[in-house]
């Protein structure tokens, strides 16, 4: 851990104190958690140090561009140090006998809830200290906060922290999960009816949804499942991570989304085929009507045509003769068409 901090900074009052970070620049929020697994806020405008029992957690915006230069006088190693400053969205977990760092991905989180966007934390875990690292705003991360700013949560040492905030990032999944699940039983019962509005929009929407999750589940599953068959008993106690079990509920988690995933495509299969079966029998009907209206349309170019010899040009009822025989034809097709079977 002395090795952490190689350039110590100068305490509040000017002084060279215990080893400090200094004064944070882009600290959003940071706690020191004791051994018995309280934790105490600590005030962001004023240096951090570090602790003599506990550890820290210290979670940064990665957007503000003096979290970069504080980064690079932080002492933290080459490796970790390269991770924090990237925007590298691939997901990944890499672990040394003393340090765990990596990459996950997490629900953007608006002012009142988790939205169905994704974004990624970045972190380091020492075996003291935990620096965490985002661009946006989000929501495990700022559950898990809560969490321990209210002490609902007691942390002993920081791999449990680690898993808190994963355990987060599929309760946030899990909860939009159970929104999309409502949505597609709507959907179902709107198909059952059999009155087509906006349903294959709204499905296209769940389907990329269930997609985005699904890719994102099956990284952050995969790091774990691999860390979990490389084992940890070279790591020390406090960065001990439970993998498998991690790795189980993040599978569980998964499989639901997959099966989400393929229902979905199964009722856009069948609201792509009750739409082809209403046009064709929009086409149906224009077929008929045609068909009825062609023979008044052909009586009526007949007597429309100024030539000799036309039938009823002297009849007083010619009007009312051709009318009837406007009527009469239509009926005859009707009557045709209904014998042969084209009209059901």
């Excluded at 924090?84 to 997490?106: E, K, M, P």
């Excluded at 929009?282 to 062609?294: A, D, G, N, R």
């Excluded at 009318?323 to 009209?343: D, N, Q």
Aim: hydrophobic share 45%; aromatic share 6%.
């Amino acid at each position: 851990m002395d090795d952490l901090i190689e350039r110590p900074q100068p305490a509040g009052d000017g002084s060279l104190g215990p080893k400090s970070f200094g004064v944070v620049p882009g600290l959003v929020w940071a706690f020191h958690i004791y051994e018995d697994g309280t934790a105490e806020p600590i005030d962001i405008d004023r240096p951090v140090d570090l602790p003599r029992d506990g550890y820290l957690w210290l979670h940064l915006n990665l957007a503000d561009a003096r979290v970069v230069r504080w980064l690079d006088t932080s002492g933290i190693p080459a490796a970790p140090l390269a991770l924090l400053r990237s925007r590298g969205t691939h997901q990944q977990l890499h672990a040394g006998s003393d340090c765990i760092y990596g990459v996950f991905s997490d629900l953007v989180r608006d002012i009142e809830k988790p939205t169905k966007e994704m974004a990624h934390l970045h972190f380091v875990m020492l075996e003291h200290l935990l620096i965490s690292g985002r661009h946006r705003t989000l929501s495990a991360v700022e559950t898990a906060r809560q969490e321990v700013a209210c002490g609902a949560r007691r942390l002993t040492n920081v791999a449990e922290l680690l898993e808190l905030i994963v355990d987060h990032v599929a309760d946030a999944v899990d909860g939009l999960a159970n929104e999309l699940t409502e949505s597609l039983d709507a959907i179902e019962d709107q198909l059952l009816t059999e009155r087509i509005g906006d349903e294959r929009r709204k499905l296209t929407r769940l389907r990329q949804t269930c997609v985005q999750l699904h890719r994102q589940l099956s990284g952050l599953r995969t790091v774990f499942h691999r860390m979990d068959r490389e084992g940890i008993d070279h790591l020390k106690p406090n960065l001990r991570v439970a993998a498998g079990k991690l790795a189980q509920r993040l599978d569980a988690l998964d499989h639901d989304i997959v099966e989400m995933r393929d229902r979905a495509r199964l009722m856009q299969e069948e609201v792509s085929a009750k739409m082809v079966e209403e046009t064709n029998d929009h086409l149906h009907l224009l077929s008929i009507l045609t068909m009825l209206f062609l023979p008044p349309t052909l009586v009526t170019g007949l007597f429309g045509m100024n030539t000799k010899g036309l039938p009823f040009t002297d009849n007083d009822n010619a009007f009312l003769w051709a009318l009837l025989l406007l009527i009469g034809s239509s009926l005859a097709v009707y009557f045709v068409m209904k014998r042969a079977g084209i009209l059901k």
